[in-house]
């Protein structure tokens, strides 16, 4: 049974992770507090995970009915992320585990979102291909073993989260945008306005989505406020169009290379309808298998790090005490 922590962003989260059961998983979120800034305020964050962390921890541990005695090994986020908010939950799990004498496990963030996919219910079991989306990154992973995966290709600049938070930003929608433009598109045409999909041509699997928002913006100058605000549904409906096109092409890319049986998607957009709707009618038309995890396990969580953890080597006492957090992508992503 592991304990597992993760606060590389705004989220702080802790679970409770028994192989691919999750007993408990706690995430209280700091949205509300960097709403009025409009994104993720570093030092806030930072500060806003200390005076949780410990709290969290309690609660996952009391809803699992278990206490840190029952633990096998304490798992924590040590990046890519805010650096100061990956320290506090570093620190806090070093704490723990070497109160305890137990094994630490370090885990790479994007691997928790892959290893989401390894929970119950129904598990997926390698290989398949996965679309990692969220607020930090945009990538296609070949996943061949549970303990790591090869990046097949990657956003060239903005991630597809990032280009739906400054979207929501630009059209007033608030933070976190995805849920927003999500909402606000429901009541719109997809059709109404021409926003570029951008590498659609190009013959590889990266991403690209600057100049999406770049498009947005220029479009929202160009109809001035009141026009934007009366076609906020339509401009969201289409904007979100672009975003979607653009993952699920890609996606196809892979996925019809006949090498993955499976799909699977993750990080915080994969909570996205559109996205989930579109991957489920690609899969049914590659006769593919789909594997949608729930909401709550897309979004920032620590069961997914749990779950990751549980098939990657340990580090014992005392020998994490020296182990450092990382703020940006490793190469140490490629199974060995
Ligand atoms: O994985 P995550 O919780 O945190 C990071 O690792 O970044 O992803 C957060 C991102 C944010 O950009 C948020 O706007 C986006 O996921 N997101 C969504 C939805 N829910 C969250 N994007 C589109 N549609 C959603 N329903
Ligand atoms: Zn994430």
Redesign the pocket.
């Known amino acids: 049974m592991i304990l597992a922590l993760e606060t590389?962003?705004d989220?702080t989260c802790a679970a409770v992770v028994d192989g691919p059961r999750v007993l408990s998983s706690i995430v209280s979120s700091q949205a509300s507090l960097h709403e009025r800034f409009g994104g993720v305020v570093p030092e806030v964050a930072s500060r806003q995970h200390l005076e949780l962390v410990n709290g969290v921890v309690t609660a996952a541990l009391a809803d699992a009915g278990v206490s840190l005695a029952d633990a096998d090994a304490i798992a924590v986020t040590s990046g890519p992320?805010l650096i100061g908010a990956l320290l506090v939950g570093l620190s806090t799990a070093k704490g723990l585990a070497a109160a305890s004498r137990l094994p630490l496990v370090p885990v790479d963030?994007l691997h928790g979102?892959v290893a989401a996919n390894f929970l119950e219910p129904e598990p997926l079991a390698p290989p398949f291909l996965c679309l990692v989306?969220?607020?930090?990154?945009t990538l296609l992973a070949g996943v061949r073993e549970r303990s790591g995966f090869e990046p097949l290709g990657a956003t060239l600049d903005d991630?597809?989260?990032?280009a739906?938070?400054k979207g929501?930003r630009l059209l007033g929608l608030g933070?976190?945008?995805?849920?927003a433009?999500?909402a606000a598109a429901e009541a719109g045409d997809p059709e109404a306005f021409d926003f570029p999909v951008a590498m659609s041509r190009d013959p590889g699997l990266d991403f690209s989505f600057s100049g999406l928002k770049t498009a947005l913006v220029y479009r929202v100058r160009e109809l001035g406020e009141e026009a934007t605000r009366e076609a906020t549904p339509d401009l969201a409906a289409s904007y979100?169009r672009a975003i979607v096109d653009q993952l699920i092409g890609k996606l196809r890319r892979a996925a019809s290379s006949g090498e993955w049986p499976a799909v699977a998607l993750g990080?915080?957009?994969a909570?996205?309808?559109e996205?989930r709707r579109r991957t489920a009618e690609l899969c049914a038309e590659l006769g593919l298998r789909l594997k949608l995890v729930a909401?709550e396990l897309?979004?920032?969580n620590a069961a997914m790090i749990g779950s990751a953890a549980g098939v990657l080597e340990s580090i014992s006492y005392p020998h994490y005490l020296s182990y450092d957090a990382f703020a940006t992508d490793r190469n140490s992503l490629r199974p060995s």
Not at 175 to 179: L, Q
């Open positions: 590389s962003c989220d992320g963030h979102h989306a969220s607020g930090g990154h991630a597809a989260g990032e739906f938070d929501a933070y976190p945008g995805g849920p433009i999500q979100q990080g915080g957009v909570a996205n309808a996205l909401i897309c979004t920032d």
